[in-house]
């Protein structure tokens, strides 16, 4: 039986990532989770094995020298940064602060699933909007909201679709919806995106006390297992996060990796230019199999899939697998028919395409 948890607690599905083994394959391809197929820049490695000596220290709580680092590159105030242990931990720190039961949170309709989490946490409700084309609808947004949402998050651009909306879009989002309603930009996967009318949303966050933006160190720096992750926004929303983070939520080798990181943007280009070749590889190619892919600006592909027995999502994932090809049912996010595919190195990405061409052919 054991001692009750509040009320809602044990309806919260425990999140599930993306799998890492194919059952009696040795070496699978890992197209399952969004990191970064060229891995992480050296420089951070070296960085992050240089801690060792400091292990038995603890961390500066703040992080400072990362949120300067951070600042520097990125053109803003270090007083205006948190650093969480990845973004994950930035968004559940949103909640903690801002969401009383029975609070309304609002999503896009295939939002990222830790939305959903969060919400669930502060025994919140979450409300989902509808989309069009996979994409972020800001009408329906706006009309999920109305005048009483606490949270609106928005994925831009969004896991697992891999499309965005325009800065203009987010603008017009924020100035729909009440100041009593805080707008959570988690722009995890900034830095892939090259659209001209796309913003992270920093601008919009330094102009406004009612938006915060999130942002990780997982995607193009390849930190994924680092776990870190940075908020930037008005100093009331940062100082509110500092207050419920915990003591030391980011360890001490995650704050020299990421130092590193964000200071090595040859390795950033490399990661983006890499990603803005392959994506463009992998859409073309599935497209040609006959399969319909969601134009993607992130580092994954969504992969629909018809309901013709022995086609489905259901049954190409089983194939791929047993291929010890590793990618992502989206059943979890509403998405049954589609399977979510990371870019990987050049040769990871042709076995892909060579095992949905068997599995299409067979
Ligand atoms: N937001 C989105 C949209 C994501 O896809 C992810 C990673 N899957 C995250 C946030 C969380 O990333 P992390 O906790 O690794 O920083």
């Not at 699978?28 to 992050?48: D, I």
């Not at 325009?166 to 995106?193: G, I, M, N």
């Not at 915060?212 to 009331?236: C, D, E, M, P």
Request: one cysteine or more; aromatic letters at 6%.
């Amino acid at each position: 039986m054991g001692i009750e948890p509040r009320a809602g607690i044990l309806d919260i599905r425990p999140y599930k990532p993306g799998a890492a083994e194919a059952p009696g394959i040795a070496d699978p391809v890992k197209l399952s989770s969004n990191e970064n197929a060229l891995g992480c820049s050296p420089k951070a490695a070296a960085a992050f094995e240089a801690s060792a000596k400091r292990l038995h220290l603890y961390p500066d709580g703040g992080a400072t020298k990362l949120r300067e680092a951070i600042a520097r590159e990125e053109g803003l105030e270090a007083e205006n940064i948190v650093c969480g242990c990845g973004s994950d931990e930035l968004l559940q720190l949103l909640g903690r602060a801002y969401l009383d039961p029975g609070d309304k949170v609002v999503q896009s309709q295939y939002g990222f699933l830790v939305y959903r989490l969060v919400a669930m946490q502060s025994g919140a409700e979450l409300v989902s909007a509808p989309e069009r084309n996979y994409t972020t609808d800001v009408d329906a947004l706006i009309e999920a909201a109305g005048d009483d949402a606490k949270i609106v998050f928005l994925a831009n651009p969004n896991n697992p679709t891999g499309t965005y909306i325009s800065d203009a879009e987010v603008r017009r989002l924020r100035d729909a919806l009440p100041s009593s309603t805080l707008l959570v930009v988690d722009a995890a996967y900034a830095e892939f995106v090259r659209n001209a009318d796309y913003s992270a949303g920093l601008e919009l966050a330094r102009e406004r006390d009612d938006v915060v933006v999130t942002r990780t160190f997982s995607k193009i720096h390849g930190l994924a297992g680092a776990r870190l992750g940075w908020a930037y926004g008005n100093k009331s929303i940062i100082d509110v996060l500092h207050r419920v983070r915990g003591p030391f939520n980011v360890n001490l080798p995650a704050i020299e990796a990421g130092t590193a990181a964000i200071a090595d943007r040859d390795f950033m280009k490399r990661s983006a230019d890499h990603n803005e070749e392959w994506v463009a590889w992998l859409r073309q190619q599935i497209g040609g199999l006959g399969l319909e892919v969601t134009p993607s600006v992130c580092n994954f592909v969504l992969i629909h899939f018809p309901e013709t027995p022995g086609r489905t999502a259901r049954d190409a994932d089983a194939f791929l697998t047993s291929k010890g090809l590793i990618i992502r049912p989206v059943e979890p996010y509403g998405l049954p028919n589609a399977l979510r595919a990371t870019v990987g190195k050049a040769a990871e990405n042709r076995r892909l395409v060579d095992g949905l061409a068997e599995f299409m052919g067979g």
